[in-house]
């Protein structure tokens, strides 16, 4: 008989990860999910097949159906909060896996609390924007006791990850160093993009040839990004798909952790800083894309580019 799973978080990256296993992890029961706004779960619910997802109307009694249970929320206070409430059910010799992007800390002292109550713990934060989860292709990052691992694995590469980097018998905490490092490179990625575009366009090189020239030598992420500038779509769409505060939360853990080894992170910083600069333009909606704007703002344009 497959374990039973219970999904808590249906984000941007929750709602593709979790469509993912439904459709092709070994399950032979309804995939439980939990959603704070329930709506989320109502529907995604309505666009898997019948009968492949049930709906728990707390993670009380999601834990108390599961034998594995995934959370992957925004930040490290919800984190936090939904690992007391799992917690606050009998866990011994059930799974859980945090996929949620936070800072070492914390990834450690909740893994502290989930072992102590009885319960096997994976740090598995992933890599990819949500286009690639709904698609099954992230990067998965899985870090803790081999065993613990081992549990993980079926619901990563094949499933929701093209790819998976093995952390096992490592300390948690490396596979969110891991990935808060490797997230300075998506944030310096689109600062980059950002520049160029503006220098292209001020410059009188126009953007268009200077969009050639990254789809032929960076096709993937940075064609994307470069894409969503062009079009405003940094812009123009209702939801982010990399909202501002989640961008600014993870250069600040960057910065933290750069901190304590005695390295600055002098791109990260001009980043963030731009980010600051979009916050306070649009608010909250701002994506992290929209970095294009405040470069724009900054280098005398309007921050909308039509």
Not at 9 to 17: F, K, P, Y
Not at 210 to 234: C, N
Request: glycine letters at 10%; charged letters at 25%; hydrophobic letters at 40%.
């Amino acid at each position: 008989m497959a374990p039973r799973l219970f999904w808590i978080g249906l984000g941007n990256m929750g709602r593709g990860m979790s469509a993912n296993i439904v459709e092709k992890a070994d399950l032979d029961q309804p995939l439980l999910i939990y959603n704070r706004t329930k709506q989320r779960c109502i529907d995604l619910s309505e666009k898997l097949p019948a009968g492949k997802t049930e709906i728990v109307d707390s993670i009380a009694e999601g834990v108390s159906k599961a034998d594995i249970i995934f959370n992957i929320l925004s930040n490290d206070a919800v984190v936090e909060a939904s690992v007391a409430e799992i917690l606050k059910n009998d866990v011994k010799g059930k799974l859980i896996i945090e996929c949620s992007t936070i800072h070492p800390d914390t990834t450690e002292k909740i893994a502290q609390r989930v072992e102590a109550a009885g319960a096997q713990f994976v740090a598995a934060p992933v890599f990819g924007a949500p286009a690639m989860a709904d698609a099954g292709q992230l990067v998965g990052v899985l870090a803790g006791p081999k065993a613990s691992v081992d549990r993980a694995r079926p619901y990563f590469k094949g499933v929701t990850a093209k790819a998976e980097i093995n952390m096992s018998d490592e300390p948690y905490r490396k596979a969110l160093t891991l990935k808060l490092i490797g997230n300075t490179f998506v944030l310096n990625m689109v600062e980059q993009l950002a520049e160029g575009h503006v220098l292209a366009e001020k410059s009188g090189l126009g953007t268009e040839y200077l969009h050639q020239w990254i789809e032929g030598m960076f096709p993937g992420p940075y064609a994307a990004y470069s894409t969503r500038m062009l079009t405003g779509d940094y812009y123009k769409r209702e939801y982010p798909l990399f909202t501002v505060d989640l961008a600014r939360k993870d250069a600040g853990h960057a910065m933290s952790l750069a901190k304590e080894a005695g390295v600055r992170l002098h791109n990260v910083e001009t980043g963030d800083a731009h980010l600051a600069e979009l916050k306070a333009h649009v608010g909250e909606k701002g994506d992290i894309a929209g970095i294009y704007g405040a470069v724009r703002m900054e280098n005398g344009l309007r921050y909308e580019n039509e």
